[in-house]
């Protein structure tokens, strides 16, 4: 039997003091659950879904009983479209009461994919006593809901900094889930399955579990304080994450190529060096690139002004912060924010596409 949840400090996010501990109550709560509701908001990441249900579908298949059921509902029981373009037909709508666990499934754009509808379905739930979840954005409907407030949660790690700057009564975190009391929220992609293994040895135990693991071809399953990896440089170098994490930590007040070099513990003719083979840019170019990368989160995300905006990316001004961005993406802070309003849904092709010829733009130049 897995032995609880122990949380473990981000390198972006700290926890907040004494963060709050699953108790016995709520995980045993938690591993009687067998009845999973998951509500589908347009748009939503069919990978990350699918991962959570293959595994109580896998447990009931193994186990030779219907351990689980699960029901997976809309807000007006029509189909929703996933964020992959393929839509979903629904069940029934649940009756608030009846389900154990409840789970949000959100993908890009949530913000604009929530209705007032979806806060007062899980609004619903929740006043009926049943734990809620989140997988991938998910966690975004309910802070909008006002059903995260003081607790620490989970998102996808693209949208972690301008929720955490959104919902200041709520502490993000970049683990790839997390409970905390009678919330239990997810990252995306393979996030989910880890998360439903862990759940499934809360009751079932850890040989069950093995059981489920070796039928899905995975041979490494990680624990609930892991952390959701930053993006990926085709490189291993434990000196690169580590320094990557650092300007990740010091986005607003950017640290120089000597303090870097201090923090790793290493010389400056090795930081540049390391920078120019994995990464193609020399280092403090590629620091830029992480804070205007994450100026583009915020303003896709977020309704913060410009000019705070600006400041919590580390420009002086927001005047060199046009500049920087119009130099990287060809376009103004201004413009990337109207392009976002206007985008409608099914253009994640075309965002990520864009994402990286911006990308080999910005490391070209």
């Not at 290493?266 to 690139?289: D, T």
């Amino acid at each position: 039997m897995p032995t609880g949840y122990r949380p473990i400090m981000s390198p972006l996010l700290p926890l907040a003091p004494q963060a709050p501990v699953p108790a016995d109550r709520t995980l045993a709560k938690v591993a009687s659950a067998s009845h999973f509701v998951f509500l589908l908001v347009p748009n939503f990441s069919m990978i990350a879904f699918v991962n959570a249900l293959e595994v109580l579908r896998i447990a009931n298949q193994l186990s030779g009983k219907p351990l689980y059921r699960w029901s997976v509902i809309s807000v007006d029981g029509q189909p929703v479209q996933a964020s992959n373009g393929l839509t979903l037909s629904v069940d029934v709508p649940e009756t608030p009461g009846t389900a154990d666990i409840v789970f949000v499934c959100a993908g890009n754009e949530v913000q604009r994919a929530t209705t007032p509808a979806h806060l007062q379905r899980v609004r619903q739930f929740a006043h009926a006593g049943a734990l809620l979840g989140s997988i991938c954005t998910g966690a975004y409907v309910l802070a909008k809901a006002g059903l995260l407030a003081g607790h620490t949660c989970v998102i996808h790690w693209e949208y972690l900094h301008a929720q955490a700057e959104s919902f200041i009564d709520v502490t993000f975190e970049r683990s790839i889930f997390r409970i905390d009391r009678d919330r239990i929220t997810c990252a995306g992609g393979v996030a989910p399955l880890e998360m439903m293994l862990y759940l499934v040895g809360l009751s079932m135990g850890d040989a069950f579990v093995q059981r489920i693991s070796s039928y899905l071809a995975v041979d490494r399953v990680r624990h609930p304080g892991a952390l959701q990896p930053p993006a990926g440089y085709g490189s291993t170098s434990r000196l690169l994450a580590e320094v990557l994490q650092l300007m990740e930590a010091h986005i607003e007040t950017p640290l120089s190529l000597v303090a870097l070099a201090q923090h790793a513990g290493v010389r400056e003719r090795r930081l540049l060096r390391l920078f120019r083979s994995a990464v193609g840019q020399p280092v403090m170019q590629h620091y830029r690139l992480l804070r205007l990368r994450r100026a583009r989160q915020l303003l896709q995300q977020s309704a913060m002004l410009l000019t705070d905006i600006a400041i919590a990316c580390g420009f002086q001004s927001l005047s060199v912060f046009t500049s920087a961005y119009r130099k990287t993406f060809g376009l103004t802070p201004g413009q990337e924010r109207r392009q976002a309003q206007s985008r409608t849904f099914g253009g994640d092709a075309r965002e990520h596409a864009a994402e990286r010829h911006d990308t080999v733009v910005a490391m070209r130049r």
